[in-house]
Nanobody, 122 residues
Framework: QVQLVESGGGSVQAGGSLRLSCAAFGYTYSSNFMGWFRQAPGKEREGVAGIYIGGGSTYYADSVKGRFTISQDNAKNTVYLQMNSLRPEDTAMYYC???????????????WGPGTQVTVSS
C-alpha cells in the first residue's frame, strides 16, 4: 500500500496564497503520478493538478490554470501545490492522490490521502 501524508491546509483571505505538500510512503513505485483533488459540499470531486514524479507531464483544471503550480521532488517522493490568487470558490477539502499514471489519476483510481481543509474568505 501507499500512505500519503498531507500538510499545508488552512484559511486565507481571498487573493492570498497557500502551499500544500503531499509525501508518499510505502510502495512509492506505484505512485508515478501524484496530485490533488478537491471536493466542496454539494459539488463533485474535481481533479485540481497533478504531475509525474521525476518530472514530465502535468495536469491542471481549467479553473486553476495560471493561479496554481504543481511541482515535485523525486528524492522526497513529494508533490507541492502552490496556490496563488485564491478565491472563495477554491474552498474545499483537498485530497492528495497517487496513481500509476495520469489516466488512472484522472479517473480517480488512486491511493488517497486523508484530506486537508482549505478555506478562502472574502
Amino acid at each position: 500500500q501507499v500512505q500519503l501524508v498531507e500538510s499545508g491546509g488552512g484559511s486565507v483571505q481571498a487573493g492570498g496564497s497557500l502551499r500544500l505538500s503531499c509525501a508518499a510512503f510505502g510502495y512509492t513505485y506505484s505512485s508515478n503520478f501524484m496530485g490533488w483533488f478537491r471536493q466542496a459540499p454539494g459539488k463533485e470531486r474535481e481533479g485540481v493538478a497533478g504531475i509525474y514524479i521525476g518530472g514530465g507531464s502535468t495536469y491542471y483544471a481549467d479553473s486553476v490554470k495560471g493561479r496554481f503550480t504543481i511541482s515535485q521532488d523525486n528524492a522526497k517522493n513529494t508533490v507541492y501545490l502552490q496556490m496563488n490568487s485564491l478565491r472563495p470558490e477554491d474552498t474545499a477539502m483537498y485530497y492528495c492522490a497517487a496513481s500509476a499514471n495520469m489516466g488512472n489519476w484522472l479517473m480517480g483510481s488512486s491511493y488517497w490521502g486523508p484530506g486537508t481543509q482549505v478555506t478562502v474568505s472574502s
